[in-house]
Structure formats: C-alpha cells, structure tokens
Nanobody, 121 residues
Framework: QVQLVESGGGVVQAGGSLRLSCAASGRTISSYAMGWFRQAPGNEREFVATISGSGITTYYADSVKGRFTVSRDNAKNTVYLQMTSLIPEDTGVYYC??????????????WGQGTQVTVSS
C-alpha cells in the first residue's frame, strides 16, 4: 500500500500563487509516475499534470500549461505542484496519484485524500 497526503491548499486571490505538496509513505515512489488531478464542485475529476519517476518527463493539461510546474524530490518521497497566475477556474479539490504514464495519460493506482484550493476574484 502507498499512502498519499496532499497539503498546501487554501484561499488565494486571483493572480497569486500556491505550492501543493504530496507526501508518500508505505513505500518509495521513485519508480512511480506521479499525477495531479482536480475536481470542481459539480464537475468531473480532470487531469492537471504528471511527472515521470525520474523527474525528467512532464506533461500538462492545456488549461494550466505555462502557469503550473510539477516537480518531485524522491529523497523526500514527495511530489509538488507550483501554481502561479491563479484564476477562479482553478478552484477545486486537488488530488495526487501514483501510477504509470501511458502516452501522455496517467494511469493511477493510488490516490490521496485531496486538498482544497479556492481562488477568489
């Protein structure tokens, strides 16, 4: 079992920044591709970003490309999502996941509990 715990969410003004963290326990995540997803109230969960196990390869949804940066520190068993130039449409519950990359898609096996991000206008 891999346990994933997200943190760093909160309320931020439009144009501001937040840095989310996802801390893993149970086993090392160095061999997993890690993904970030989000879900707004009343909407389906959507893909945000993914990063390969080595950290060399990343992929972003068009809606966040150029504004968000995914990174990882395998020595700390942690993955990050740096969010800048935030807009109200970024509001939602953000989840991290461990899995594999197939093409540009992330196949998720383990999920965290989520952290709330609210962007005010």
């Amino acid at each position: 079992q891999v346990q994933l715990v997200e943190s760093g969410g909160g309320v931020v003004q439009a144009g501001g920044s937040l840095r989310l963290s996802c801390a893993a326990s149970g086993r090392t995540i160095s061999s997993y591709a890690m993904g970030w997803f989000r879900q707004a109230p009343g909407n389906e969960r959507e893909f945000v970003a993914t990063i390969s196990g080595s950290g060399i390869t990343t992929y972003y949804a068009d809606s966040v490309k150029g504004r968000f940066t995914v990174s990882r520190d395998n020595a700390k068993n942690t993955v990050y999502l740096q969010m800048t130039s935030l807009i109200p449409e970024d509001t939602g519950v953000y989840y991290c996941a461990a899995g594999i990359i197939i093409g540009t898609m992330h196949k998720s096996t383990y999920w965290g509990q989520g952290t709330q991000v609210t962007v005010s206008s």
